[in-house]
């Protein structure tokens, strides 16, 4: 197996790549905003930059592996005009950040939450992987302060072999995920876990809830089945790592209760 990466430390490595400052301003770097068709809905920004490697990432690999290639640098306040502007012409009340990891960058974010705030009726869905707010319980207590985000952790895989086996980071990581949840848990945010089960077998996914319910009970009644859909990036990266999935999705037969 070639050597793991420190899944924290290559968070903060990346960080420094897609954010800087401008005159105090937080600026992050994205690729992309869009209207997309998932939660029914919702106006989306796709950020450059993630601390994990997933072999089943979707994002080109300019975005996973040459952040310094992709996107540009955009301010707090000109994401959250753009998100809105999309949200209001498709009559979307839904917001997110995807593409990269939205945690990436905690100043812009926070910044970001506070001018979102202002504008009444929009939920904000933070997918996260949940290796930066598992790694500072602060985290989650400052995300605490906004009562319209969500927070959905997406666990890769349903235990620490797993994680390694799917992301190539030490196994400790999936500590961290499971931990961000109980931060979101004792700071009162709304959260919920999705996880990855396309390649895992069911002993290990009981095993996940088990160890789900003991952080929180009304978690376990709420885990998203996360399965892969095979985009062409996703089976290219799949084929290179020689990784089999036991379930999947071709994209244009997705059953629409998921979407
Ligand atoms: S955490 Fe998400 S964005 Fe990051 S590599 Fe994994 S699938 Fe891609």
Redesign the pocket.
Same mark, same amino acid.
């Given at each position: 197996m070639s050597k793991l990466y420190d899944p924290i430390k290559r968070h903060l490595a990346i960080e420094k790549l897609v954010t800087k400052e401008n005159f105090s301003k937080k600026l992050r770097k994205y690729y992309r905003f869009r209207a997309d068709r998932w939660y029914g809905g919702i106006a989306t920004a796709d950020a450059v930059g %993630?601390g994990?490697? %997933?072999k089943? %990432?979707?994002?080109s690999d300019k975005v996973?592996y040459r952040p310094n290639d992709v996107g540009d640098f955009y301010e707090p306040k000109d994401v959250a005009l753009r998100l809105i502007k999309i949200a209001e012409i498709k009559n979307f009340s839904q917001i997110r950040i995807s593409?990269?990891?939205p945690t990436i960058g905690k100043d812009h974010l926070l910044n970001l939450l506070n001018i979102l705030e202002g504008f009444e009726g929009y939920t904000f869905i933070l997918e996260t992987?949940g290796i930066l707010i598992g790694n500072d319980p602060n985290y989650a207590k400052e995300l605490s302060k906004y009562r319209f985000i969500h927070v959905r952790v997406?666990l890769?895989g349903c235990n620490e072999e797993e994680f390694t086996t799917l992301?190539g980071a030490k196994p400790e990581g999936f500590q961290l995920q499971l931990r961000a949840l109980k931060n979101l848990i004792d700071m009162n945010v709304k959260c919920h876990p999705a996880v990855m089960i396309s390649f895992s077998h069911q002993n290990n996914f009981k095993e996940l809830v088990k160890r789900i319910e003991k952080i929180d009970s009304k978690l376990a009644n709420n885990i998203e089945i996360e399965e892969l859909i095979l985009y062409g990036k996703v089976a290219e990266r799949l084929k290179k790592y020689n990784l089999k999935p036991i379930t999947s999705y071709q994209p244009d037969k997705i059953p629409n209760e998921l979407i």
């Open positions: %993630c994990l490697l %997933c089943f %990432c979707w994002t996973l593409g990269g990891e992987n997406s890769k992301t």
